[in-house]
């Protein structure tokens, strides 16, 4: 994961890269958003014990993290990649952090798919960049709003929702 702090908030971005720092981000999330997933992630890994290292390199912030716990990191940046507002669903990462998401493998499909999305937008609009991230905007938009459609179904929300 990766993070790039700014004194504007409009300018800070998060995203996630496989395998090393030097790979394309898979996902990337801008804005005032950014800096509130990045607190969250950060102090969600401490609060659980998670070993992580970081990395200062390039004016980013890179953090390692253990590979389920990246896959679950990657699985809730596509999720929240079209919501405004993204720490609504704070309690999915920490649940699939703690290996306590039911349906998970689907989850997994749904990232699978966006990448497939990705490369079907390729052929249709002859484009083979998309920008700064591996998948296309379009795809990381319809993967994450399946994502949270599944989520909400599953009524996950429902306990934080009552404290907020």
Known sequence: MFYKDSKNPKRCHIGIRYPGIDSTPLIIIGGHRAREIYNFIIQLLDNNGVKYSIIEKNNKTFVELPLATGLATSIF???????????????????????????????????????????????????????????????????????????????????KEAIH
Do not use: C, W
């Open 77 to 159: 940046l596509l999720a929240v990649y079209s919501s405004l507002r993204p720490l609504r669903y704070a309690t999915v990462l920490e649940k699939m952090i703690l290996g306590r998401m039911p349906l998970m493998k689907y989850f997994v499909t749904i990232m699978e798919l966006a990448t497939e999305l990705s490369n079907y937008f390729d052929e249709r609009s002859h484009a083979h960049m998309h920008g700064r991230q591996t998948l296309s905007r379009d795809s990381a938009k319809t993967a994450s709003k399946m994502m949270i459609q599944l989520i909400d179904g599953m009524g996950l929300l429902r306990v």
